[in-house]
């Protein structure tokens, strides 16, 4: 396999883009149908260990390789973790830090904030889901040379790519949890990531459980997110 050259500093290049133009009444019969998709999504916290199908999260983190990103520089490594002694490991060192941030590490307003979700220190997610991916953002990258290089809107890149995995996921009929434990510095080290890498997030993927139960929780409706000007 070659590896990734990034395109730093490279000529500008164009090719044709030129996509079949959608009929009007088809692209709002399928927004609608993704709409209704989408709205269906959860985010789970209680998993079967029931197996999924790894090529749907394989595609699914294809999907999110394709996310728009500054400069193109693709700054993202997701680690697809299924080792069950490095989940227990995981787990074990994830809520060594959840404790201490729950005992008040948080602050009152961060965990008043976090009471209608009803979560604590607990993460049985780490080592029940079949799948784990944990995404990492490269905060830069080391050239041809050596030479350290920077990357450009690497947390809008990485937010963007993982919202099109959660999508992804989500309609292929999977379940995922976006954890984000703090601080994550355990993360690069128990996965022996390289140090332009930085953790994100650790997304569990699989089925709900049988007795999986969610937060009630409303959204607000398009006319409280929308501006029109
Ligand atoms: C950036 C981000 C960080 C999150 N971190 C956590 C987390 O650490 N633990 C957790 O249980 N849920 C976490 N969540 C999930 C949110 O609590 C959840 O998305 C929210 O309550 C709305 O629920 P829904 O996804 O079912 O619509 C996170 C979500 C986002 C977008």
New binding site residues.
């Given amino acids: 396999m070659t590896a990734f050259e990034p395109i730093h500093g490279q000529p500008y290049d164009a090719v044709p883009y030129r996509p079949d133009r959608m009929a009007a009444d088809e692209s709002v019969t399928r927004s609608a149908e993704l709409r209704r998709r989408m709205d269906e999504?959860?985010?789970v916290?209680m998993f079967s260990a029931d197996p999924v199908p790894e090529q749907a999260v394989l595609d699914a983190i294809a999907v999110a390789s394709t996310a728009p990103s500054g400069a193109h520089q693709q700054p993202w490594t997701f680690c697809l973790v299924t080792d069950p002694d490095v989940r227990r490991q995981l787990r074990e060192a994830a809520e060594e830090e959840e404790q201490i941030s729950y005992d008040g590490r948080l602050g009152d307003e961060w965990l008043t904030a976090l009471r209608p979700?009803g979560?604590d220190a607990v993460k049985p997610h780490l080592t029940d889901a079949p799948y784990l991916i944990v995404v990492f953002q490269q905060r830069y990258y080391l050239d041809e040379n050596g030479e350290k290089r920077k990357h450009y809107y690497v947390d809008e890149s990485v937010g963007i790519a993982v919202g099109m995995l959660l999508t992804a996921l989500h309609l292929a009929g999977l379940s995922a949890?976006?954890?984000?434990?703090?601080p994550m510095r355990f993360l690069g080290e128990l996965l022996g990531r390289p140090r332009n890498e930085k953790a994100f997030?650790v997304i569990p993927v699989g089925y709900p459980a049988r007795d999986c139960v969610?937060?009630n929780?409303t959204?607000k409706s398009l006319d409280q997110v929308l501006v029109r000007i």
Wanted: hydrophobic share 30%; no cysteine; proline share 12%.
């Fill in positions: 999504r959860r985010t916290r979700i979560t949890l976006t954890h984000t434990p703090s997030a969610v937060p929780l959204r």
